[in-house]
């Protein structure tokens, strides 16, 4: 295919996606500030996102700026652009990206890290800060992953947003068009954004041994309640309308990073939410956002609402990786899915990690919803601290006794336990890929012999390096960086001086890390005393365990 065919071709792509969506808010149509709110992701999964649409609705209506959308392309798009040596492009004008004055990345999860430096290297941007201080545009990262820990990326971006962004995006724009109208230069810039709260700047805070500390920003229960801004067909979601009605969680799973980092749990007032609801144009699909939606206080009264205004409703718990959108979507997902994250199949094993859940309660949710839903998808975690083998033949028979109670389909997803920055197992060791494929082997047969059910397993070599990613300091920018050479993980850890198995081993509870000088607003005394609540819950499930089994041995003598 030649050049100009190839053009064609994904112009024409671009303009058809632009022609299904429709817009739902006003949008600034010219601006003296050109921004792009870019995802590593591609458009289905970025447009799925509800804190990407939440940056697109500040950045699309602050005053003088004007903001377009960019994404990770398709594989044969993306091929092109490197063979051809295209740039990436925006969505909404087909501009190269880098001709902006500010770019945002979105970046939701580790696994954004190399696509993030793919965008910025295939568009023909320097990816190293430092030799990048003179020339623009400016870059930003936010999210949950670089809130937790930005250091593996603090190399490249020229700064980071640590919290939420309705707090802290505003004033950052605006000290970046004021000092830019005055024509002050880049490094001026950074120094005094690195001045606004939770704003981490790599250049002026550095990020060897940071001695400053950065407060994470979070917005009040009034600002939240992000909507749909952009409806997007062609996304995950399909044509659903997200409203956001809480943020953070009202539970506190240990393992569960988004639990911790989105603290406070807040509630979106019932009264603002119907407004919500009133603006919309016609017979919706609502998806209701939250970490567990069903517990906001009013939940009843908003789909009842909802419902009367002619909308049908969906919800579905967030996974921890996923926070910020309705879901990870599975191919098989459809608005009728039962989504469930029971975690483990052990009553006992899921009190240890702090999930507040029992089998008894979620057969009977699964029991008398199966009238109303087309199927079931249910998320497992293996290799968590303090598993045992009994713990894992409990996922297949909880399974099992879901699959007596329906004949619906039902997915099954298992994916291992990655210890994470900020939460109460940042310290434990995460089990080694080989033990990993031995308990999903154990477990496998098991779940094979239950009719009608369809398991997939998340790779265990993918989550090592996730896990690799997730607790990095700085010198994982030189392993993303060899990676970019197109080498593997192994060959890329090994020349940034990394050996990738010291996180198979536990680290003494309150040890420091090299991301404490972050302030999330809890400290590390509170995550050790849930680590030893929970040696202290596997202490007393284990006592208890051998209590049973003399009384059983008795009773066969």
């Known amino acids: 295919m030649s050049r100009g065919s190839a053009q064609k071709k994904y112009d ?5 996606i632009l022609d299904s969506e429709r817009c739902l808010q006003q949008r600034n149509e010219e601006g003296v500030f050109e921004t792009v709110l870019a995802s590593p992701k591609g458009y289905s999964r970025g447009m799925a996102s509800i804190e990407y649409q939440s940056i697109l609705s500040h950045l699309s209506r602050w005053p003088d700026t004007r903001c377009e959308r960019a994404f990770f392309p398709e594989k044969d798009e993306l091929n ?3 063979r051809s040596e295209r740039s990436f492009v925006t969505l909404d004008s087909g501009s190269p990206i880098e001709r902006s004055d500010l770019i945002v990345f979105h970046i939701g999860h580790e696994s954004d890290y190399e696509y993030v430096l793919q965008m910025m290297q295939l568009s023909g941007l320097e990816i190293w800060g430092e030799r990048r201080q003179r020339r623009w545009p400016l870059l930003i990262g936010t999210g949950i992953t670089v809130t937790a820990n930005p250091l593996p990326l603090a190399p490249f971006l020229d700064a980071f947003i640590i919290g939420e962004t309705e707090p802290a995006l505003g004033p950052v724009l605006d000290t970046i068009k004021s000092l830019g109208a ?22 002026h805070h550095g990020y060897r041994d940071v001695k400053t500390t950065i407060m994470r920003q979070w917005a009040g229960a009034d600002t939240i309640g992000t909507r749909t801004c952009v409806f997007a067909p062609q996304s995950d979601l399909g044509p ?59 939940y009843e009264d908003i789909v009842d609402y909802a419902r009367r205004k002619g909308h049908s409703v969906i919800t579905g718990s967030l996974r921890p990786e996923d926070i910020g959108q309705l879901r990870n979507l599975p191919q098989d997902y459809s608005s009728d899915t039962l989504v469930i994250a029971p975690e483990t199949g052990s009553d006992s094993l899921r009190r240890v990690i702090g999930k507040n859940l029992d089998n008894a309660a979620m057969l009977r949710r699964i029991e008398s919803a199966s009238d109303k839903i087309g199927r079931i998808r249910l998320y497992f975690m293996i290799g968590l601290p303090f598993e045992t083998k009994e713990d894992r033949r409990a996922i297949p028979e909880l399974v099992a006794a879901a699959r007596e109670l329906t004949d619906l389909p039902m ?23 080989r033990k990993l494929r ?50 593997g993980w192994n060959t890329a850890f090994g020349e940034a001086g990394i050996n990738i198995n010291w996180i198979f081993h536990d680290l003494k509870p309150g040890s420091p890390f090299q991301w404490d000088f972050l302030n999330m607003g809890f400290g590390y005394t509170r995550l050790a005393r849930e680590l030893q609540l929970a040696v202290s819950a596997n202490q007393t499930r284990m006592k208890k365990r051998e209590a049973e089994s003399s009384q059983e041995e008795e009773k066969d003598e």
């Open 411 to 433: 997915s099954v997803y298992i994916t291992p336990f990655i210890p994470r920055p900020w939460t109460a197992f940042q310290w434990t060791a995460m089990t080694s890929p």
């Open 438 to 487: 031995i308990a999903s082997s154990e477990i496998e047969p098991l779940l094979d012999g239950i009719e009608g059910v369809e398991t997939e397993y998340f790779s265990p070599r993918d989550a090592h390096i996730i896990g690799l990613l997730a607790r990095g300091d700085h010198r994982v920018s030189k392993a993303l960086a060899v990676r970019l050479t197109g080498v």
């Open 80 to 82: 092109w652009r490197k």
């Open 12 to 16: 024409a792509r671009r303009r058809a």
């Open 240 to 298: 659903v309308m997200m409203l956001e009605i809480a943020r953070g969680c009202p539970f506190n799973c240990r393992f569960c990073m988004g639990g911790y980092i989105y603290l406070p749990y807040r509630e979106k007032r019932l009264e603002d939410l119907q407004e919500a609801i009133d603006d919309l144009e016609g017979p919706s699909t609502i998806g209701l956002l939250g970490c567990a939606p069903e517990d906001h206080a009013m």
């Open 182 to 203: 005055q024509g002050a230069s880049k490094r001026k810039i950074l120094r005094w954004i690195a001045q606004l709260p939770g704003i981490y700047v790599p250049s």
